[in-house]
């Protein structure tokens, strides 16, 4: 299984994972240019529940710095979608937004970290959701020559708003776009903008999924937060605004981190 996984950990890096619903997914005209390039970002952890933007933002911090997102999510949907030995492993679990085992996930992660392309950092998106991955990844990252002390950005954003970001998320199966029936409608209903591909709805998006995936975090992933606030270099920005916004605090808070201030 570690060869299959491994040939498929690389596909989906820069990929879209998940984003803001849609509202938030496109890079806006205005975005992150003229910070932040001196820093070298060693590996950052965005933090948040889901809808919150980690995706969004990951592939903000992804053009500034040139390190890759890495985001769990879409490595096992691309694992899925080939058959791989962990696809057919995780496929059931991730039906309704359940976890995958931890050990299957650390393995993944362990595959993509020692591809050289994170050698300067990178960004992970959707890991570690559960004490026990934060446990692991800290571990690895410890014996890793050379590397950088983690830093963590947790994203919030308000319920009401995560839970329209999720159900009203569609995405564009040949582009990859993401749109958001609520929050920025395709032109024409159902169909994409760009290359008028019929939308389709991840089946973990539902609001019944998104009760038992908020019901998930809350019980396995904000204990992660408070492991990485206790540890010292973490930040919380508040995920409700343009991506630009957002993007320019979570920078700043990298860099205000890894200069110790
Ligand atoms: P995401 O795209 O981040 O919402 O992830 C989609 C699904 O993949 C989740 O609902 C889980 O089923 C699974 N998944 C992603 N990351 C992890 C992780 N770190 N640990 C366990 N399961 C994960």
Redesign the pocket.
């Known amino acids: 299984m570690v060869e299959q996984a491994s040939s498929l950990t690389g596909a989906s890096v820069s990929a879209c ?2 984003s803001a619903g849609g509202a938030l997914a496109q890079p806006t005209a205005h975005s992150v240019s003229s910070v932040g390039h001196a820093v070298t970002p060693g590996p950052i952890l965005l933090l948040g529940a ?1 809808g919150v933007g ?2 969004t933002q990951a592939r903000e911090l992804m053009r500034l710095w040139a390190i890759p997102q890495i ?7 691309a694992n899925v979608s080939q058959g791989t030995e962990l696809g057919l492993a ?1 496929k059931e ?2 039906q ?7 050990d ?2 650390n393995r993944m ?1 362990a595959i993509r970290l020692a591809q050289p392309d994170t050698l300067n950092g990178f960004i992970l ?6 004490l026990p ?1 934060a446990h692991w990844l800290d571990a690895e990252l410890a014996v890793r020559p050379g590397a950088l002390p983690i830093v963590a950005v947790s994203l919030q954003v308000d319920y009401n708003l995560l839970l329209r970001r999720i159900t009203g998320r569609r995405n564009c199966p040949v582009c990859q776009r993401i749109y958001n029936v609520f929050l920025q409608p395709p032109q024409r209903d159902g169909f994409c903008d760009v290359d008028g591909a019929a939308l389709v709805q ?1 089946a ?1 998006d539902t609001e019944t999924c998104f009760q038992g ?1 908020i019901g ?1 975090y809350q019980s396995l992933t904000a204990p992660v937060i408070e492991h990485y606030r206790a540890q010292g270099r973490f930040a919380e920005v508040h995920g409700d605004r343009e991506v630009a916004a957002v993007a320019a605090e979570v920078i700043s808070a990298v860099e205000r981190m890894r200069s110790g201030a």
């Open positions: 994972s998940e889901p980690k995706g985001s769990t999510g879409d490595l096992l949907r995780a679990i991730m309704c937004g359940n976890l995958v085992p931890d299957l996930v992660v998106d959707g890991f570690p959701r559960t991955q991840r973990d995936r998930n």
